[in-house]
């Protein structure tokens, strides 16, 4: 559809508008690392096997706080001899990696807590964010098209006129609070604790919410 043309009679503005929010996380994502090492890779698959069912069981046990439970690569490589030709094989190892989506993070310190203490498992986040259907967004973006209003009415007004219509409204970009890896915490054990540690306090990370729409207006021709 060809747009109208400005004229004397029905000049146009164009504005920007920009929506921005400090709100709290809803989510907190963690990734969950199991590793297994000997020199047969039976075994090596076996105790990984029983390391990763340990850890899966850790996760659901803790039932609705838990939105989201995935499991990622998984890799069992031969480690090669240090010394001497030919294709030797001196070990294997092995890793499986799970992710987690919390929704309660008054149970995220714990049970980040058990599971780094758990045998050879590294635990890595948490990362905080928004989910996508967070009203955060939608109040954002409401936000921005305020703005653009504002803006332009300012400017109509600066001029003795005022808008008359709407001709185009597009959103220039959003950006929604995202997992934020600087500041995520990575705990890894190789042993198993002789008792339970106490529970990590972990304290969410605010998101920032951002919109950004451009806008284009026709207003009333101006009292120059």
């Keep these: 559809m060809t747009q109208p043309h400005p004229t004397p009679e ?17 989510l907190a994502r963690i990734g969950v690392a199991v590793r297994a090492r000997g020199t047969d890779r039976t075994t090596v698959l076996a105790a990984l096997t029983s390391r990763n069912a340990d850890a899966i069981a850790l996760v659901k046990s803790y039932g609705d706080a838990v939105a989201n439970l995935e499991t990622g690569a998984l ?19 092995g ?13 995220l310190g714990e049970l980040t807590t ?16 928004l989910s996508p259907d967070s009203p955060a967004h939608a109040e954002a973006r409401r936000q ?21 219509a709407l001709l185009e409204l597009s959103d220039t970009g959003l950006a929604p609070g995202m997992p934020a ?12 604790a002789v008792e339970s540690p106490a529970p990590l306090d972990l304290e969410p990370q605010r998101q920032t919410v951002t919109a950004e729409v451009a806008a284009r207006f026709v207003m009333s021709p101006p009292a120059l």
Excluded: I, N
């Excluded at 890793?95 to 149970?107: C, G, Q």
């Excluded at 050879?120 to 990362?127: A, E, I, K, S, Y």
């Excluded at 921005?144 to 808008?163: D, I, T």
């Design 95 to 107: 890793w499986v990696h799970l992710s987690a989506e919390l929704t309660d993070f008054t149970a």
């Design 144 to 164: 921005a098209v305020k703005e653009a209003v504002r803006r332009a009415r300012e400017y109509a007004e600066a001029l003795g006129s005022s808008l008359v």
């Design 10 to 26: 029905a000049p146009q503005v164009t504005v920007r508008g920009e929506g921005r929010l400090e709100v709290d996380p809803e």
């Design 114 to 129: 058990r599971l780094a203490d758990l045998e050879w498992t590294r635990v890595d986040g948490p990362w905080w964010a």
């Design 75 to 93: 890799s069992v490589t031969p480690e090669p001899a240090r010394h001497g030709r030919g294709e030797r094989v001196r070990g294997y190892q």
């Design 181 to 192: 890896p600087v500041g995520g915490t990575r705990m890894a054990f190789a042993a198993e």
